[in-house]
């Protein structure tokens, strides 16, 4: 616990969780100096959620820590009812923080009779009582619009960039796996002060395979890919495949979220590449554990503490990211 942290508990600061991360929210406690909160997040017999807060929250300011990962819709549900139970328990101010919002990706109608689920669970979210969300590294930055209510979004990158730094970068470029990721890409090749490149994959006709170009110099070079996500583990096995092709060196990955489902980690164990850092956003699952020292797991319980601590005692947040 580090003294300088510590927020004076007489200002009413509760943090709570349901199952998603509970090592997570114990770790951002720890950041606090305060303890989890005290409630119950079981099941009834049938099933369904049954929650219980064990403690008085009448005018606390809370914080429900809760990634809507694997398995999503528990996670979700969760995150809802405990919502609902502390804006019936006259709470003060109830802010959601999801270090991981799933359904992310489905944030568009890109073709007809599909439904955007992430506004839908933004709906839900507000529905629920939510008066402000934290979250981190969205799959795309416009998500925030979805909610009327204040949005932060943390980035992860001060947390994965201060790893790779301690690495001698004299020889690396950074790597965006596709071109919707150049702009975060972007950010970690200035902080890090090496070049950029950028994956295009291009799929000629739907019988054809995918063929992959790099726009960058990539030879000789070892690269950082870097994404929001690894969840199939697709996109970033295909981009160190076809940064190979092109003459990469050793390939390194930088991840947020390490969804990592079905045959992900067997994809990334036999793909070209010489480490993974992903971040504790969502707990490694079984599977991932088999990669062994191949991935190492970054924590953002000192960022998410942080913000915290800051929407508590109304401070700018965006200068977390600027102070670097
Ligand atoms: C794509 O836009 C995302 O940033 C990720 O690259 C993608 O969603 C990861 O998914 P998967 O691991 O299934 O390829």
Redesign the pocket.
Request: aromatic residues 0%.
């Given at each position: 616990m580090d003294e300088k942290n510590r927020i004076d508990t007489l200002n009413n600061i509760k943090i709570f969780t349901g199952n998603s991360n509970r090592a997570l929210v114990k770790r951002v406690c720890d950041y606090l100096s305060i303890p989890v909160g005290n409630a119950t997040v079981g099941r009834f017999p049938d099933g369904e959620i049954d929650v219980k807060v064990n403690e008085d929250v009448r005018g606390s300011d809370i914080f429900i820590i809760q990634p809507t990962c694997p398995p999503v819709n528990d996670n979700l549900t969760e995150l809802l009812i405990l919502i609902d139970c502390f804006k019936r328990a006259s709470s003060a101010r109830v802010t959601a923080v999801l270090p991981y919002y799933g359904y992310a990706?489905k944030d568009r109608k890109d073709e007809g009779r599909v439904p955007i689920t992430a506004k839908l669970v933004a709906n839900l979210i507000t529905k629920a009582g939510a008066d402000r969300l934290l979250t981190m590294d969205l799959?795309a930055a416009q998500i925030q619009g979805f909610f009327d209510i204040p949005v932060d979004h943390l980035l992860a990158f001060p947390v994965i960039s201060d790893y790779y730094r301690k690495k001698d970068l004299s020889n690396f470029v950074v790597v965006s796996?596709?071109v919707?990721?150049i702009k975060i890409a972007r950010l970690y090749s200035n902080h890090l002060n090496i070049r950029l490149a950028v994956v295009d994959k291009r799929r000629y006709g739907p019988a054809e395979t995918d063929v992959g170009f790099v726009i960058g110099d990539v030879e000789g070079r070892n690269a950082i890919i870097i994404?929001?996500?690894?969840?199939?583990?697709?996109?970033?096995?295909?981009?160190a495949r076809v940064l190979k092709e092109k003459g990469a060196k050793d390939i390194y990955v930088g991840?947020t979220h390490p969804?990592?489902?079905g045959a992900?980690a067997e994809k990334l164990a036999n793909a070209p590449i010489k480490e993974i850092a992903v971040t504790d956003t969502i707990p490694l699952n079984e599977h991932a554990k088999s990669l062994g020292e191949k991935i190492k797991v970054l924590t953002v319980s000192n960022l998410l503490g942080e913000a915290i601590k800051r929407i508590h005692t109304n401070t700018s947040i965006s200068s977390m990211f600027t102070e670097q």
């Open positions: 990706r799959h796996p596709d919707g990721g994404d929001d996500l690894i969840a199939t583990g697709g996109s970033i096995c295909q981009a991840a969804v990592l489902c992900a």
